[in-house]
């Protein structure tokens, strides 16, 4: 399977730094990359897509001026949280799109991100 | 992409068969059945996927009810390595999508494995 890498693995950071995560697909070009936050306990939530070249899509309820999103090569994706709080501490966990043969979407998840928010 | 239903828990025990259940009757002619997998404090990891036909890869099996209305994600002998989050995702072929959207991530089943 394809191989996407994130970095770093954990973040500490004070209320009101900016905080800058990776998503990088490590064996595959991918135009499209998803980033999602996940809380304790409960299940992925899709923050936005990321389009090489183009601007991301945000969901609803996603600030794209507090969450940017650059993806300004094939393989590389980066999220900012920018002046972050405690309530942006979450696991934050990107993916790339491949896309199969038999034009089937499989989705190659990186590792997380932890970030905590002092 | 049509909804799915999965139990939120299930608990197996060490070498044992696990069937993990989910239910998509709104699932519709071109859905696509996909199940990934989250160990703890990690990202989702793809297992399996299929159409109609009944699947075996070298992590799982997919059984596909013959009304596609349900399926099951076998796992033919339980590790405690596959305790994890399994997600039963439907999603239609990437032709048909032209906005880049996404898989939804319902609760998924919680799996434990007794030793």
């Known amino acids: 399977g394809a191989v996407v890498s994130q970095h770093p693995s954990w973040v500490i950071c004070k209320s009101g730094t900016s905080v800058k995560i990776e998503c990088r697909s490590l064996?595959?070009?991918?135009?499209?990359m998803f980033w999602y936050r996940q809380f304790p306990k409960q299940s992925l939530m899709l923050m936005a897509t990321?389009?090489?070249?183009?601007?991301?899509?945000?969901e609803q309820g996603v600030e794209k001026d507090k969450f940017l999103i650059n993806h300004a090569s094939l393989t590389l994706s980066t999220l900012t949280v920018t002046s972050a709080h405690p309530e942006d501490s979450s696991f934050y966990i990107c993916?790339?799109?491949?896309?199969?043969?038999?034009?089937?979407?499989?989705?190659?998840f990186g590792p997380g991100t932890r970030l905590l928010v002092l | 992409d049509a909804k799915t239903t999965q139990p939120n828990s299930m608990e197996s025990n060490e070498e044992e068969p696990v069937h993990l259940p989910c239910n998509h009757s709104?699932?519709?002619?071109?859905?696509?059945i996909h199940w990934y997998r989250q160990l703890p404090s990690q990202g989702p990891e793809y297992v399996i996927h299929g159409l109609t036909s009944n699947v075996n890869n070298r992590m799982a099996s997919l059984a596909i009810a013959e009304d596609r209305k349900s399926s099951t994600l076998i796992l033919h002998r339980a590790t405690l390595r596959d305790a994890a989050v399994y997600y039963c995702i439907l999603r239609y072929p990437f032709y048909r999508d032209n906005y880049g959207q996404n898989f939804v991530f319902g609760p998924g089943t919680r799996l434990s494995v007794l030793p």
């Open positions: 709104t699932i519709s002619g071109t859905d696509y």
């Open positions: 990321s389009n090489e070249g183009s601007k991301a899509t945000y």
């Open positions: 064996d595959f070009q991918a135009t499209t």
């Open positions: 993916s790339a799109r491949k896309i199969r043969p038999d034009d089937i979407e499989t989705q190659y």
